[in-house]
């Protein structure tokens, strides 16, 4: 993560105990503007290098579902007092992903304007001034103007005055994975979509696209491929910034026969020339186990077999939904396991680009008893030696009615040593509403989270940002403020 000084006057400021705060009952920030009784979906969010915050998600408060966009200047301590409208098709828009650089913005998802059938096609927009000023018209990548093919699942990733937005397409038959760039900052994007699996095009279902890439114009994408029969897990990397990508792709999950047992959902992190992948795996057995590869010439060379992130025997409990983060040499692999019973979140590291592991065993964020609480869909942020590793937290459910928190746990010192006592990110009263697809960011010893957020009946979306370790705080409003939104 970059780093930037204002960031931690700004939010000590902001989240002060004011007035206002009293008012609301709450220290977080609301950043959508939907009415009361409009759903505000799928928050994607990015950070520029001095701070600023972008975030983007659907809602239909204009009777058609859609993407909007708003963004804060100073780390999350205020937003825009009014949402940006980025789609403008009459039809429905979803599933946004979102990239930024500098102050270039970019903007992906599925729209389907185009054709009578409304399949999706992968619609773009962007910013070259932080986000002040968007293109009048959203522009179709995927270059199938009458609607005839779905197109889904984007994702972006920006470095210099380059992007690329890749996704599944099913324009020849069964999904494949496609690749578009802009070299310029988006005023000019590929004449046409580049095809990154190399099977028979359409012949077998490609899915779940990562992509990362660096300023020298090394592209890598990871996919989950089931041209075996299961899914496995495929890899394929371009030297001409995504211009061309090779030949021959990759299967990078290795051990059994291709196709014989399930892959899912790849996660590419960069970090100078290394390159990782982790994913979730059923090679032994029902209970998914996680495993990890990685490359350390940009893609080029890869391990012949996988890693097993676990330390715990192979299949022996359900391990799911890893995130990956990497700097230096250093990558860092979190996820979800029920060994205990409840899913807990568990955290493994290698200090040496994942030629070995740096702890025997991988540590457990929570600090409640093991097993105790359910723990789903961990997040990690990185910032040198500051490491934050976020969970949806369900401890305080006590009703049963699949009401969370956001909890974290955090090192100073690299992973040395952890906190005795999880943090609260959100406040609100404790298992109180939901608290869902949820991102984290780390800058200057503050960490600041975006979530998806029930407490007001529908869902809305929320931003909080406060010094590394400091709790949520929830004010029980009084009187007609009980009632505000």
């Known amino acids: 993560m970059s780093r930037g000084d204002p960031l931690i006057t700004v939010l000590l400021g902001f989240f002060a105990c004011t007035p206002d705060a009293v008012d609301e009952g709450t220290r977080d920030v609301r950043v959508d503007h939907a009415s009361k009784d409009v759903e505000s979906l799928a928050p994607r969010s990015c950070v520029n290098d001095s701070g600023k915050i972008f975030v983007v998600w659907t809602d239909e ?63 773009v927009q962007w910013s070259d001034d932080a986000g002040r000023h968007w293109q009048k018209e959203d522009l179709a990548i995927d270059v199938d103007p009458d609607g005839l093919a779905v ?61 990362v890439a660096d300023d020298s114009g090394n592209v890598v994408v990871a996919w989950e491929d089931r ?14 910034g995504g211009q ?43 209970n998914s186990d996680i495993l990890m590869n990685y490359s350390h010439s940009s893609g080029d060379n890869w391990r012949d077999e996988a890693l097993r992130v676990e330390s715990d025997a192979e299949g022996i409990a359900d391990s799911r939904y890893p995130d990956l983060a990497a700097q230096g040499d250093q990558v860092l692999v979190a996820f979800q396991d029920n060994r205990a019973g409840g899913y807990d979140v568990y955290l493994r590291w290698s200090d040496n680009a994942g030629s070995d592991w740096a702890t025997d065993e ?53 992973g040395t040593t ?34 998806g957020d029930g407490r007001f009946g529908s869902a809305d979306i929320f931003c909080a940002g406060r ?19």
């Open 244 to 286: 061309s990508f090779g030949s021959a792709d990759r299967r990078l999950d290795g051990g059994d026969e291709a196709g014989a047992s399930d892959s899912f959902e790849p996660l590419l992190a960069l970090a100078d020339s290394n390159v990782y992948v982790v994913w979730q795996d059923e090679r032994f057995g029902e």
């Open 61 to 123: 408060r204009e009777d058609v579902d859609a993407v909007w966009l708003n963004m804060s200047a100073d780390g999350g301590g205020t937003f825009l007092a009014q949402d940006t409208l980025l789609s403008h098709g009459k039809v429905a828009a979803a599933n946004p992903a979102i990239a930024c650089v500098g102050d270039r913005v970019y903007v992906a998802w599925e729209d389907k304007r185009d054709g009578e059938l409304e399949y999706e096609n992968i619609y």
């Open 362 to 414: 991988e540590i457990r964020m929570e600090t409640d008893d093991p097993g105790q609480a359910q723990s789903y869909n961990p997040r990690i942020a990185l910032s040198g030696d500051s490491w934050a590793v976020q969970w949806q937290d369900y401890r305080d459910d006590l009703a049963g009615v699949f009401f969370n928190d956001l909890y974290y746990n955090y090192s100073v010192d690299g």
């Open 467 to 485: 010094p590394l370790g400091e709790p949520s705080l929830w004010i029980e409003p009084e009187g007609d403020a009980a009632a505000a939104e």
């Open 418 to 451: 952890w906190q005795s006592a999880d943090v609260r990110i959100n406040s609100t009263d404790y298992a109180t509403s939901y608290a869902v697809e949820s991102s984290l960011y780390l800058r200057n010893d503050v960490v600041v989270s975006i979530w």
């Open 151 to 211: 197109s889904i699942a984007p994702s972006v990733f920006a470095v210099g005055d380059r992007a690329w937005v890749v996704w599944s397409d099913q324009l020849n038959g069964a999904y494949d994975i496609f690749v578009s760039t802009t070299e310029d900052g988006g005023e000019s994007w590929s004449a046409a979509p580049v095809r990154v699996d190399t099977d028979e095009a359409g012949s077998a279902f490609s899915s779940h696209p990562s992509l």
């Open 227 to 240: 041209r075996s029969g299961a899914s496995d897990i495929y890899v394929n990397n371009s030297t001409d």
